[in-house]
């Protein structure tokens, strides 16, 4: 291994150009060498003042480019299953955004990949595990301080949708954060799910279910409640509030700076999780770099991905019923522990 981590980076989108900054500005140990992306003016744009970076349209291509050592998937989710299997075959450790595969034949057709290789090479984007407020929530339920976990009351909200954003997103996109927040927390599986919605918001572009209500139950015995909207036009803001046997803990909600002025007291609301969650993204990404430069992969696995898109799909087929859905999660295969 060189002793900067050649990065190639898939995707130069929303996501892919802050990781690039992220890679070249904050984190250190790593520097990014490729990066794909079909639409090569905007590569080129995230890659501007970035020395010796080679620009592709395809990602075998980006992948098969001088020093890469390591990859970052983020192009859309539909694309990840390609990325993943392409990476594996080259035996290149990988850090994949979230959806891992939003579709679950997929999620498990790259969980064989892995299998088959015999030691993990993916982690998956689940940033919120990286937070300090999610850490500390999770310390304080492994404490046990406050009792056995009853419920989770989940709020998770955006200013407003991309171009393109579907029904079925609202769970396998942005729910599955919470998805994998609530397996993490809990230490339980999701096992059923129910999706109720109310009449859609004004501000949600035409035909679009939002906001959304989605009802998980768990195998230790606890419910989980999201509340998600994804046009809510006034800010960022993303809760989690544990009701446990003996007292509750609630994060999400004093991220920002209070501003008191012209007899007003005020707080500034993130607009977009770029904000919100930056410090998590910058320690995700330093974790990743710092683990594969010790041949070591950590955080969300690949089984984690799956389990994420499995039960995200029990909740599309939820949302499509109107009933409630069984979540029918094989069992976790030895390498994932
Ligand atoms: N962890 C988090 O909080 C967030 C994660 N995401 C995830 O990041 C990923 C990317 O999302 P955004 O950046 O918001 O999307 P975006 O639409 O802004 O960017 C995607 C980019 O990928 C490119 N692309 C399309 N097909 C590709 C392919 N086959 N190979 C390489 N590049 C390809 C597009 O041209 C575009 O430049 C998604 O998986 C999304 O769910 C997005 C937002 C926040
Ligand atoms: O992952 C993300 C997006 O893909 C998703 O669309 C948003 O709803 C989430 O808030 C964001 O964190």
Same mark, same amino acid.
């Not at 020093?67 to 694309?79: D, Q, T």
């Not at 500390?136 to 406050?146: F, H, I, T």
């Given at each position: 291994?060189?002793?900067?981590?050649?990065?190639?980076?898939?995707?130069? %989108?929303?996501?892919?150009?802050?990781?690039?900054?992220?890679?070249?500005?904050?984190?250190?140990? &790593?520097? /990014?060498?490729?990066?794909?992306?079909?639409?090569?003016?905007?590569?080129?744009?995230?890659?501007?003042?970035?020395?010796?970076?080679?620009?592709? *349209?395809?990602?075998?291509?980006?992948?098969?480019?001088?020093?890469?050592?390591?990859?970052?998937?983020?192009?859309?989710?539909?694309?990840?299953?390609?990325?993943?299997?392409?990476?594996?075959?080259?035996?290149?450790? +990988?850090?994949?955004?979230?959806?891992?595969?939003?579709?679950?034949?997929? &999620?498990?057709?790259?969980?064989?990949?892995?299998?088959?290789?015999?030691?993990?090479?993916?982690?998956?984007?689940?940033?919120?595990?990286?937070?300090?407020?999610?850490?500390?929530?999770?310390?304080?339920?492994?404490?046990?301080?406050?009792?056995?976990?009853?419920?989770?009351?989940? +709020?998770?909200?955006?200013?407003?949708?991309?171009?393109?954003?579907?029904?079925?997103?609202?769970?396998?996109?942005?729910?599955?954060?919470?998805?994998?927040?609530?397996?993490?927390?809990?230490?339980?599986?999701?096992?059923?799910?129910?999706?109720?919605?109310?009449?859609?918001?004004? %501000?949600?572009?035409?035909?679009?279910?939002?906001?959304?209500?989605?009802?998980?139950?768990?195998?230790?015995?606890?419910?989980?409640?999201?509340?998600?909207? +994804?046009?809510?036009?006034?800010?960022?803001?993303?809760?989690?509030?544990?009701?446990?046997?003996?007292?509750?803990?609630?994060?999400?909600?004093?991220?920002?700076?209070?501003?008191? *002025?012209?007899?007003?007291?005020?707080?500034?609301?993130?607009?977009?999780?770029?904000?919100?969650?930056?410090? &998590?993204?910058?320690?995700?990404?330093?974790?990743?770099?710092?683990?594969?430069?010790?041949?070591? /992969?950590? %955080?969300?696995?690949?089984?984690?991905?799956?389990?994420?898109? /499995?039960?995200?799909?029990?909740?599309?087929?939820?949302?499509?019923?109107?009933?409630?859905?069984? /979540?029918?999660?094989?069992?976790?295969?030895?390498?994932?522990?």
């Amino acid at each position: 291994m060189s002793e900067l981590l050649g990065v190639a980076v898939l995707g130069a %989108g929303h996501m892919g150009a802050d990781h690039i900054r992220r890679l070249d500005r904050v984190v250190s140990g &790593a520097r /990014v060498v490729a990066v794909a992306d079909p639409d090569p003016e905007r590569a080129r744009r995230a890659v501007a003042g970035i020395d010796g970076v080679a620009v592709r *349209a395809e990602v075998r291509d980006a992948l098969a480019a001088p020093g890469v050592e390591a990859v970052l998937i983020a192009s859309p989710g539909p694309a990840h299953e390609e990325a993943l299997l392409a990476a594996f075959e080259r035996g290149l450790p +990988v850090l994949c955004e979230k959806p891992m595969v939003p579709d679950p034949a997929g &999620a498990l057709r790259v969980v064989e990949a892995e299998a088959r290789l015999g030691r993990r090479l993916a982690q998956i984007g689940f940033m919120r595990r990286y937070d300090a407020e999610y850490r500390q929530l999770k310390s304080l339920l492994d404490e046990g301080g406050l009792g056995r976990p009853l419920m989770l009351h989940c +709020v998770h909200r955006n200013v407003s949708s991309p171009p393109g954003f579907t029904s079925a997103m609202l769970i396998d996109s942005s729910v599955s954060h919470e998805i994998d927040a609530a397996r993490w927390l809990l230490g339980q599986e999701l096992t059923a799910v129910t999706v109720l919605r109310p009449r859609p918001s004004a %501000g949600a572009p035409e035909g679009l279910l939002d906001p959304q209500f989605v009802l998980f139950e768990t195998d230790g015995g606890a419910l989980v409640d999201v509340e998600v909207f +994804v046009n809510c036009g006034f800010g960022y803001q993303v809760r989690c509030e544990a009701v446990c046997e003996t007292g509750s803990a609630r994060i999400g909600e004093e991220q920002a700076v209070r501003v008191t *002025a012209r007899a007003a007291d005020r707080r500034a609301v993130p607009q977009d999780y770029l904000v919100r969650f930056a410090d &998590a993204y910058d320690r995700e990404v330093q974790a990743w770099v710092d683990a594969t430069r010790r041949g070591r /992969v950590t %955080g969300p696995s690949a089984w984690d991905g799956y389990a994420a898109s /499995v039960v995200a799909g029990a909740g599309v087929r939820a949302l499509e019923t109107g009933g409630r859905v069984a /979540v029918d999660l094989p069992r976790r295969p030895a390498l994932y522990g």
